[in-house]
């Protein structure tokens, strides 16, 4: 699907849930809300739980790979609180990572790039409209016309184009997975290069996630996240 964020994944899934851009800046977090702006000065943002552990928002995006993503609830009502407390204030998003399975080992591998470009672009002067608005200016406002003007040369600058190009995004994971009845484990490895279309605004993640889960006995099972 080319997904990058959980904003991706989430957006248009669940009911009443919103999904807002940050900045736009290639690697940037988008704004999650789940109940709404609830306070003016705190951030609204919900509560994240990878795995039973609770991750800051602003870092989700720089460690979470949303290949790996097994399940994900969302807990938006009083339920939430009464779990998590007043962390759970926002809502909170439970993700429960893949993990192996117990028979034939297994290598999976998967590939996106995606295309991105300016849908569209503002209508600019050219260089002759560009002079002829400056010497406008400058004859309305009853002040002299600046020699770097009036001997100007016409210069065809779009500078949309220079800052601007067309960007290949690409999402690579290589995951490994497998065990028997007792113990089974899941690696993987992701490389993410998301190019933004605004020269300078690059972004890179390389990630490593490892599950094992070992049964002791019939009671008790251990599971190992990294």
Do not use: C
């Not at 790979?65 to 994900?72: L, R, Y």
């Not at 003007?149 to 210069?155: F, R, V």
């Not at 997975?177 to 490389?191: A, L, M, R």
Request: aromatic residues 8%; glycine residues 10%.
């Amino acid at each position: 699907q080319g997904y990058t964020n959980l904003g991706d994944v989430l957006a248009g899934r669940v009911a009443g849930l919103q999904v807002m851009s940050n900045s736009g800046v290639p690697g940037s977090a988008p704004d999650i809300r789940i109940r709404g702006a609830s306070s003016f000065g705190a951030s609204a943002q919900p509560l994240y739980v990878i795995d039973g552990v609770p991750v800051a928002a602003e870092t989700v995006q720089q460690i979470l790979n949303v290949n790996d993503i097994e399940s994900i609830t969302v807990l938006k009502d009083a339920s939430a609180t009464a779990i998590y407390g007043s962390r759970g204030a926002n809502g909170v998003v439970q993700i429960i990572t893949k993990s192996g399975k117990a028979g034939k080992n297994q290598v999976s591998y998967e590939s996106s790039y995606t295309h991105q470009q300016v849908q569209k672009k503002l209508n600019l002067m050219n260089g002759v409209q560009m002079l002829d608005f400056f010497k406008q200016y400058y004859t309305n406002s009853g002040l002299a016309i600046p020699a770097e003007i009036s001997n100007a040369t016409n210069a065809e600058t779009n500078w949309q184009d220079q800052v601007m190009r067309t960007a290949l995004q690409q999402n690579h994971t290589l995951s490994f997975s497998g065990g028997t009845d007792k113990t089974q484990y899941y690696v993987s490895g992701n490389y993410l290069n998301q190019p933004g279309i605004i020269l300078g605004s690059d972004f890179y993640r390389g990630s490593l996630r490892f599950n094992l889960t070992t049964k002791v006995n019939d009671r008790v099972s251990l599971r190992t996240y990294m």
